[in-house]
């Protein structure tokens, strides 16, 4: 995750303390939000940090998209795969990207908190669950802990978004501290995958084997793999510093 949403929480504060002592700025992004008026009124509100964290998303689309053409076509051909694994740590560049021009834009805001937690929801949390699902974890258990995975990263983004505001902060804003594991390690994950591919430990042979074959509760144990990593990113005890 960026540090888009600290230093939206921080502004919001800041926009508090002014509401409370003086008139409000004016915030051009949201009159445009709220504006009954203009079909494009919503892409004029949208900062440069905000299209690039629209790119953190598509990366994760698109990734999806591989992984359903490999699902497609000829198992053996690999090129959709490694281009669904490819696409993530684009994503993560984006990621980072947007937090960087946000800052040196002055330029944050709670849309692109919000945007910036959705983007990383497809990015780091749906589209390595498809890529597991395309090379093999197919079986009605594996897709119960994978769709686990996927849970635990939407409950880790939406506590970090109602919760950024208490977590302790240098003098510039910047959290000292990451609740639970950042979405963005799922890469980890990633990482291992594609080494897999490029093994050919794939479907029938991927890693750890199918336990209870033909009966309603075969699973590839190393799906474990997947709740262990949702279980660290919901962790409210784990406190990972910031770089």
């Given at each position: 995750?960026?540090?888009r949403?600290?230093?939206a929480?921080?502004n ?8 409370e002592?003086s ?13 009954e008026t ?5 892409i ?15 990366c ?10 490999y699902?497609l076509g ?7 795969i490694y ?8 994503g ?11 800052r ?9 908190q919000?945007?910036d ?19 093999g ?21 939406a ?11 240098d003098?510039?804003?910047?959290a ?34 199918l ?16 709740m ?7 962790s409210k ?7």
């Amino acid at each position: 995750m960026s540090k888009r949403t600290s230093s939206a929480a921080a502004n919001g504060a800041v926009a508090k303390e002014t509401t409370e002592h003086s008139p409000a700025p004016y915030d051009k992004q949201k009159v445009l939000l709220s504006s009954e008026t203009g079909h494009f009124s919503l892409i004029r509100a949208m900062h440069l940090a905000d299209l690039i964290t629209e790119l953190n998303g598509l990366c994760g689309v698109m990734s999806i998209f591989s992984s359903l053409r490999y699902c497609l076509g000829d198992p053996t051909s690999l090129g959709n795969i490694y281009a669904a694994l490819a696409f993530l740590p684009l994503g993560l560049f984006f990621d980072f990207f947007d937090g960087k021009v946000a800052r040196w834009r002055n330029k944050s805001s709670l849309m692109g908190q919000e945007l910036d937690s959705l983007a990383d929801l497809i990015s780091f949390g749906v589209s390595p669950a498809v890529v597991a699902f395309a090379i093999g974890f197919r079986t009605p258990l594996d897709h119960l802990c994978l769709a686990f995975f996927v849970l635990c990263g939407l409950t880790r983004l939406a506590r970090f978004n109602v919760t950024a505001a208490d977590i302790p902060k240098d003098a510039t804003g910047k959290a000292a501290y990451f609740e639970g594991t950042p979405i963005p390690t799922t890469l980890g994950l990633d990482a291992l995958m594609a080494y897999w591919v490029s093994q050919g430990w794939i479907h029938e042979a991927v890693p750890g084997g199918l336990w209870f074959a033909d009966t309603i509760f075969e699973v590839h144990p190393i799906v474990a793999m997947f709740m262990i990593h949702g279980c660290l990113m919901t962790s409210k005890t784990l406190h990972v510093p910031k770089p």
